[in-house]
């Protein structure tokens, strides 16, 4: 089973729309979860962390649930912009430095 | 602005060839990092270092090796290049206990 998984998607949405993905993890003792965007043949950037009372930036909100090991993103109001693949990433327990990434969810904005 | 830059973008090698990948950070960041992203499989951690000359084996260490000498610079080398190891290989740093990871724009190694 791998730490992180996520569905690839796409997710082909209109502008305007909503669309929500979802992150699960195995490991319980994962301390720190992230959003990362990475653009087509480009390198992956930090979108948002993700706290336990949940955040929200922009049209952008994040979501942690704990009990059940999940992380959610939230997008209101897309646009075309947003067209990315979304990677779910955690920070493991005690002693793991590096981060564990999902394999991403595609999302595509079309007019 | 942090900036993470690798030697290449672009590499084709031959199978048995030895390959350095380069990676060099200008903001004095403690840790550097190593992935390699395959479509369907994500980044997958290869090497890390949290100091120099000090390096720990991430998910998939077999079939490379890592140095850092320097602190600004992370090098990654594939001993004897086989057609596996075909990936797009992407470095990353980040500063003492921070969490946000910068990469660099990646470097697309192709092994004929």
């Known amino acids: 089973r791998k730490e992180v998984e996520q569905d690839p998607g796409p997710f082909n949405v209109p502008e305007g729309a909503t669309v929500a993905f979802n992150c699960t993890y195995s490991?319980?003792?994962?301390?720190?979860f992230f959003w990362y965007r990475q653009d087509c043949r480009k390198e992956p950037k930090l979108l948002m962390s993700?706290?336990?009372s949940g955040n929200e930036d922009g049209r952008f909100t994040a979501q942690l649930n704990r009990a059940s090991q999940y992380i959610s993103l939230l997008i209101r109001d897309s646009k075309l912009s947003d067209s990315a693949t979304y990677l779910c990433?955690?920070?493991?327990?005690?002693?793991?430095?590096?981060?564990?990434f999902g394999s991403g969810t595609r999302l595509q904005v079309q007019p | 602005d942090v900036k993470v830059t690798q030697s290449s973008r672009y590499l084709v090698k031959r199978t048995g060839e030895k390959v350095f990948l380069e990676c060099v950070q200008d903001?004095?960041?403690?840790?550097m990092f190593w992935y390699r992203q395959d479509p369907g499989l994500g980044l997958r951690l290869i090497y890390f270092s949290y100091d120099v000359k000090m390096k720990e084996k991430g998910d998939i260490p077999e079939g490379y090796s890592v140095s850092r000498e320097k602190k600004e610079r992370f090098s990654l080398i594939l001993e004897s290049a086989s057609t596996n190891q075909t990936s797009m290989y992407l470095c990353?740093?980040?500063?003492?206990?921070?969490?946000?990871?910068?990469f660099g724009p990646g470097t697309r190694l192709t092994v004929t």
């Open positions: 903001m004095d960041h403690e840790n």
């Open positions: 993700v706290y336990s």
């Open positions: 990353a740093s980040i500063p003492g206990t921070a969490y946000e990871q910068y």
């Open positions: 490991n319980s003792a994962s301390q720190s």
């Open positions: 990433v955690v920070k493991g327990g005690a002693g793991r430095r590096a981060l564990t």
